[in-house]
């Protein structure tokens, strides 16, 4: 087997040598990169551990995804880094752990860019290496340095921090500006009409979301009542703009064709995608094709409709014959939330389905489902089909990419798990420390540590336990994934080796 395999390996690398030397008249740079496999990362916004088939769901559908688990590698003990966004993002592509930069926490649409330029980054590393690299969606980590323009090429932004092209959104769907950006500029902007943005201050005589609730076609629950657009109320105040203003039911096939014109365009050399998709966080917005597809509302709509846009760039992937040359890594920024700020009829048409697959909390939380998400490495023919309980983070991408690639760059808190990656070893990392909105806990092996916070233990308006006890708590997740049953008094042995580890790593 393994000498048919690898006999294929070489055939399929000369093959490939062979008609790239053809093509290219820079003979030397092709031979080197072109073994190289693309790389791209499929990343959701808010899909929880349980919102998937492949982790247990039965009441909504999701055949594309689960094609991928089930031909994959599916982590069961895969973590976001953090259970919000950006921070998640901050560490998905620096590899260092977001609570180590203060900046890292949810970013208005206005914040400046919080990766410093200088430091590493997947799309960087790859791109030393030869790759194109890309984003298409969601950012969120911050553009510019201060008092954006976004009537001039906005910058530094993703251009700046490794990435050769990039189409993006700011920061979130629900927040402005509700324009596309590419390589720095706003899509399509009719500079009579310049866009200003305020996140304090709204411009006068524009209608907003609280005063203005006649011009909604979706009502905000909390938060969200600034600026409208598209009869949504947004967080944050934008004026101008209107031609460049995104639609949002078209956001999901936007994001798609973007996504694969990127291949079709970088297919003969080796390229690195990061694929933010939008869904499902709020605003929910399907395609009126897919409106009712899931029978839960809007929240399960767009989960249907991100599974078929997945679909349907894998199956680009696959016309274009790059299939068996990718490693796609799919994931999600932070767990799951039903009622994020808007009446959507997310808690009222939930049903039986269990969007954290049986983990304690959600989004915003120190609990499991917080962190702990739909994780999920895949590469036709070359990843053997698992189920891995492995320990991984999104943060060790970096340093195990890098491996991949054969780049000497590594980042401390980053580990190399390459082979975990590809489905070869079980060895993940022995602990990791986890955040929600600026704490942190611990992981380690069947255990979770949350330490002592103050600070409300739910958040009401979203109806999520964030974790915090005015004691330190202790989970055995092997028998008790639910966290329902501290351990923290009948276990002070483990618990003080938890928070000595916990420490240690805090200190460094
Ligand atoms: C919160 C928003 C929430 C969501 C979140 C960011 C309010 C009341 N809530 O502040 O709706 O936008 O930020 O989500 O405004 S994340 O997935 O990008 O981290
Ligand atoms: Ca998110």
């Known amino acids: 087997k393994i000498k048919s395999s690898s006999l294929f390996a070489i055939l399929f690398a000369s093959a490939t040598l062979f008609s790239c030397q053809n093509k290219s008249d820079k003979k030397e740079t092709t031979q080197k990169t072109n073994n190289k496999p693309n790389i791209v990362f499929i990343y959701t916004d808010d899909l929880g551990y349980g919102d998937i088939g492949a982790n247990g769901a039965t009441e909504i559908k999701t055949p594309n995804i689960d094609d991928l688990a089930n031909g994959g590698v599916r982590f069961t003990n895969g973590y976001a880094s953090s259970a ?142 600034s600026s409208i657009v598209n009869g949504i109320p947004r967080i944050g105040y934008m004026k101008g703009g209107e031609a460049a203003k995104w639609s949002d039911v078209d956001m999901a096939d936007h994001f798609l064709k973007g996504a694969q014109d990127y291949v079709k365009k970088h297919k003969d050399e080796p390229f690195f995608l990061y694929y933010a998709l939008q869904q499902p966080h709020v605003p929910r917005t399907p395609h009126p094709r897919f409106v009712g597809s899931s029978g839960m509302g809007p929240r399960g709509d767009v989960i249907v409709e991100a599974d078929w846009v997945i679909g349907e760039f894998i199956k680009t992937l696959e016309a274009e014959g790059l299939l068996e040359n990718t490693l796609i890594v799919f994931s999600s920024d932070n767990g ?84 975990v990656f590809l489905g070869k070893s079980n060895e993940g990392r022995e602990s990791l420390v986890i955040e929600a909105t600026s704490r942190t806990a611990f992981r380690k092996g069947d255990w979770a540590m949350i330490p002592p916070y103050d600070g409300a233990a739910k958040n009401k308006l979203v109806n999520i336990e964030l974790g915090n006890h005015k004691n330190y708590q202790l989970y055995n997740l092997k028998t008790d994934l639910g966290q329902e049953k501290n351990l923290a008094k009948s276990n002070p042995e483990k618990l003080a080796e938890m928070i000595k580890d916990y420490e240690a790593i805090l200190g460094d």
């Open 336 to 419: 799951p939330v039903l009622n994020d700020g808007y009446y959507d009829n997310a808690v009222e048409k939930l049903g039986d389905h269990t969007p954290a697959g049986g983990l304690r909390g959600g989004k915003y939380s120190l609990f499991e489902a917080g962190t702990r998400v739909p994780f999920v490495t895949y590469w036709k023919g070359k990843i053997q089909p698992t189920v891995s309980d492995a320990l991984v983070c999104q943060l060790d991408l970096l340093s195990s990419v890098a491996k991949l690639v054969d780049s000497e760059t590594r980042v401390d808190d980053s580990k190399e798990l390459l082979d």
């Open 84 to 225: 919000t966004c950006t921070p998640s993002r901050y560490a998905l592509l620096t590899g260092v752990y977001p609570w180590k930069n203060k900046r890292a926490k949810i970013l208005p649409g206005t914040a400046p860019l919080i990766i410093d330029t200088e430091q590493m980054t997947v799309p960087k590393m790859l791109k030393e290496k030869g790759y194109h690299t890309g984003i298409v969606g969601k950012w969120h980590l911050g553009l510019g340095t201060g008092n954006v323009n976004w009537n001039e090429t906005v910058t530094p932004g993703p251009n700046e921090v490794g990435f050769d092209y990039s189409y993006i959104m700011a920061a979130t769907q629900d927040r402005v500006p509700t324009v596309y950006i590419e390589d720095g500029d706003v899509v399509g902007l009719d500079p009579n009409d310049p866009i200003e943005i305020n996140y304090k201050k709204n411009f006068e005589g524009q209608p907003t979301g609280k005063k203005n609730p006649e011009l909604l076609s979706m009502k905000w629950h909390h938060g969200h009542n």
